[in-house]
């Protein structure tokens, strides 16, 4: 048994609010946790990756994990952090969703471990979905007063709110997350909730729910984790484009890679903690070492690797990091033929780009063509003469000369041709 998890986490800075007496039972003995994931989509961004890596501490701690996916919470909608109700999901689209959701945390935790502290995952529709609405007021809400429920930030925000108010079926969202815990406690002995800040409310809600519906005796805990923002204050893994996802066919490896490259220094120095399972001290000599050269970004780097490697695996990360050396790295035209579409057009997005016929490829387009006459890419067809004279011309990465000719054996993925001029101008033909 790990007796510093709490330690570990407070350090990492992943302690918000802990009620007393949680970490000396996390020391004590082996205990079981859960966190609830909502399915409102069927994945999982990186902002779901905080409660994932939660999870995976308790397990290295010798814990055991319960992840739950809320499939009868998600036809309702928590209301913490909301100043609108939620649209309800349809039985279809939340099953479409639930699967997903199995998929992506199957990644990070063996839910098929024969270990001590296996991890287990469940749904809590599955003992919600027979419950009648008589039986739950008479045996769940006479537990739990009005008076209480209404003291909750989540519900005194919505109704001192300028919205439309809060719904009494958001208002029970508090009370079957807190039915989730009494059962988990019930079934496995479950102890502790664990979630984001935001949900202090319902989490406490829960712990509550186990003393009224055993004993005043009944253990019940909670922790949350602060919820993670950014330094200039705009929203954490939010792009231009949109969420960053868990799933590549949602958010390219080499995006996802990108995101954290591109986070400032004070963000890197609190993500490296959070979103890596790196000891204190490598962090603290990484962190130091690129405060010596800020400019190589090494922190960036570090933490691009890390987080890419946990959630995508070793082949995608090396995948992701050649990708982003073809822009203004040193890679092949082997390099560039190994991107698929998808990653092609994120590595040269904003790059200038132009269509080209396919029979113009296959008749051979000449370089005064390709850099000018059909795509404007050079102000001139004099000025495409100078550069490929000057040897400053590269097609797919490989240099060329003024007759050369672009043509099928060029393509990439059948549908593109990268050319350069000179170091930083690049360029993306696209044939239709």
């Given at each position: 048994m790990n007796s510093n998890l709490v330690e570990e986490l407070r350090w990492r800075g992943m302690v918000h609010d802990i009620m007393p007496g949680t970490e000396e039972q996390l020391t004590k003995e082996m205990t079981t946790a859960y966190i609830g994931f909502d399915p409102t989509s069927d994945s999982l961004h990186i902002g779901s990756l905080v409660p994932i890596i939660l999870l995976m501490h308790l397990y290295k701690a010798g814990h055991k994990p319960i992840a739950l996916i809320g499939g009868a919470t998600g036809m309702i909608g928590d209301p913490s952090g909301k100043s609108d109700e939620r649209n309800l999901l349809?039985?279809?689209?939340?099953?479409?969703?639930?699967?997903?959701?199995?998929?992506?945390?199957?990644?990070?935790?063996?839910?098929?471990?024969?270990?001590?502290?296996?991890?287990?995952?469940?749904?809590?529709?599955?003992?919600?979905?027979?419950?009648?609405?008589?039986d739950f007021a008479r045996d769940v809400g006479k537990r739990i007063t009005v008076n209480y429920m209404m003291a909750k930030d989540s519900v005194k925000k919505r109704v001192a709110g300028d919205g439309t108010g809060m719904s009494f079926t958001e208002f029970t969202y508090q009370l079957i997350q807190g039915y989730d815990f009494y059962h988990l406690h019930k079934e496995y002995n479950c102890l502790l909730q664990m979630g984001g800040s935001d949900?202090?409310?319902?989490?406490?809600t829960g712990t509550e729910l186990v003393r009224r519906m055993n004993d005043e005796a009944a253990k019940a805990y909670a922790m949350t984790c602060p919820l993670i923002t950014k330094a200039d204050g705009s929203k954490f893994g939010k792009t231009a484009g949109g969420n960053i996802w868990l799933d590549a066919d949602k958010t390219s490896v080499y995006k996802f890679y990108q995101f954290w490259i591109n986070t400032s220094d004070e963000?890197?120095?609190?993500?490296?903690?959070?979103?890596?399972?790196?000891?204190?001290?490598?962090i603290d000599s990484v962190i130091s070492e690129h405060k010596e050269d800020a400019g190589r970004k090494l922190l960036q780097n570090r933490l691009a690797k890390e987080v890419t490697l946990l959630v995508h695996g070793e082949e995608a990360l090396e995948n992701a990091m050649k990708a982003s050396q073809i822009l203004f790295g040193r890679s092949t035209s082997d390099d560039l033929k190994r991107l698929d579409t998808q990653?092609?057009?994120?590595?040269?997005?904003?790059?200038?780009?132009?269509e080209i016929d396919r029979a113009d490829i296959e008749e051979g387009l000449d370089m005064i063509g390709a850099l000018a006459a059909k795509t404007n890419f050079l102000a001139s067809n004099g000025e495409a003469r100078r550069a490929l004279k000057q040897n400053s011309v590269s097609v797919n990465k490989t240099k060329v000369k003024?007759?050369?000719?672009?043509?099928?054996?060029?393509?990439?993925?059948?549908k593109f041709v990268t050319i350069q001029h000179g170091k930083k101008n690049q360029f993306l033909l696209i044939v239709t």
């Open positions: 349809t039985e279809d689209i939340l099953n479409k969703n639930v699967a997903g959701i199995k998929r992506v945390l199957s990644r990070f935790l063996d839910f098929d471990s024969n270990a001590e502290n296996a991890p287990i995952l469940v749904n809590n529709y599955d003992w919600m979905k027979d419950f009648s609405f008589i949900q202090w409310g319902n989490i406490t963000d890197a120095e609190k993500y490296i903690k959070i979103f890596t399972f790196l000891d204190k001290e490598t990653t092609l057009l994120d590595v040269f997005e904003g790059v200038p780009q132009a003024e007759d050369y000719k672009i043509t099928t054996d060029d393509l990439i993925d059948d």
